[in-house]
């Protein structure tokens, strides 16, 4: 297990990392989700110890990194895919690291071959691809065998069948009963990976909870109305015990998958409609929606986003789609 309790760090008046608790267990893919400059990386980098912590402690199996005998043997990392002596080797990078961390030199030919990397083994790393790259870095990562994969962003600039094959090794690994901690900004890649949810905004923890939960709470669907009756559809819908909420401009929203039952109800009444849409929110909508707050810069301005993030516990703003009324969407996930 990672377990990160109260931990902060601040660059000067800059706080990267702000108070963090949670814990990454094993046996399941762990999404760390955050919008650029949220903290991910800054995180990682204290549960390897290669930042010290200003406030707060990272624990690795209940110990720090540096009181870890043998390192690589319980936790291995992908931060930085280019961080290779490009004069060395493949092989001869993966053999010094072998060497310093008492791993047997057949391990070295065994990861290379879990990574596809066996025919450019004695290739030297600065001609190698991003992805060839990655491979690399996830090669080191699994060295020592550990039960612990930690990964920053492993499938950054990788071609679909990189995607893929990275997605799978993680599930691998997971299946195996290891830990897989593993960072993205995609909510989309994170839907198809991960099975648990760290979200962080601005260094703060938004939410910590199972992606099943996630999905099922904001993958919600409706169906969108706009009639030139508007009162008189809503009299009909109230009378058949329907419950409608404001959309945007003249449209209505009614939740769940009526758009059969609110077609009839109009047909019936002689109610004209102008649109009758059955509409689904995307989890990439939702994970926006939840980071709005902590994005630190915005595209139509490039000014660092203003003001605190709302209280915890507070809607975000209403969701698109969503009507004013309704439950907000993660209201029984977000982190209290
Ligand atoms: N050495 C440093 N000195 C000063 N500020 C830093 C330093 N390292 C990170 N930061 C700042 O801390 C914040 C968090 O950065 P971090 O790289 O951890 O975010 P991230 O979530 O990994 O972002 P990205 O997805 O862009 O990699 C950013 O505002 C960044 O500018």
């Avoid at 969108?224 to 929203?253: F, S």
Wanted: charged share 20%; glycine share 12%.
């Amino acid at each position: 297990m990672i377990e990160l309790s109260g931990l902060t760090k601040r660059y000067g008046e800059k706080v990267a990392v702000n108070d963090l608790t949670f814990t990454v267990r094993p046996g399941i893919i762990t999404g760390f989700l955050g919008p650029n400059g949220a903290g991910k990386s800054t995180t990682m980098r204290m549960v390897l110890g290669l930042d010290r912590p200003t406030a707060g402690d990272v624990r690795i199996d209940g110990r720090h990194y540096h009181e870890l005998k043998d390192p690589l043997t319980y936790i291995g990392a992908l931060l930085d895919a280019k961080a290779v002596h490009g004069g060395r080797s493949a092989y001869h990078h993966l053999l010094c690291l072998a060497q310093a961390n008492g791993i047997p030199a057949r391990r070295v030919h065994e990861v290379l071959d879990t990574v596809g990397l066996t025919a450019v083994a004695k290739k030297k790393a600065k001609g190698f691809s991003l992805g060839m790259g990655q491979r690399l870095g996830i090669a080191g990562a699994l060295l020592g065998d550990p039960r612990i994969l930690m990964f920053d962003e492993p499938v950054n600039g990788l071609d679909p069948e990189g995607i893929h094959w990275i997605r799978n090794l993680m599930k691998t690994l997971a299946a195996q009963g290891r830990t897989v901690f593993v960072s993205s900004h995609l909510m989309s890649e994170m839907a198809l990976t991960a099975d648990h949810l760290v979200v962080i905004g601005q260094g703060r923890l938004l939410a910590d909870t199972s992606m099943a939960r996630f999905i099922a709470e904001n993958s919600r669907s409706y169906v969108r109305v706009r009639t030139p009756q508007r009162e008189r559809l809503l009299d009909v819908l109230a009378t058949a015990g329907i419950a409608v909420a404001p959309g945007g401009g003249e449209a209505l929203e009614v939740d769940g998958d009526k758009a059969e039952a609110i077609g009839e109800l109009a047909a019936r009444h002689q109610i004209t409609l102008h649109e009758l849409s059955p509409q689904r929110a995307s989890l990439e909508e939702a994970f926006m929606q939840l980071t709005a707050e902590s994005v630190e810069y915005h595209a139509h301005d490039g000014q660092p986003a203003a003001g605190p993030l709302p209280p915890q516990g507070q809607a975000q703003g209403q969701a698109q789609g969503q009507g004013q009324g309704q439950r907000p969407w993660g209201s029984d996930w977000r982190k209290g």
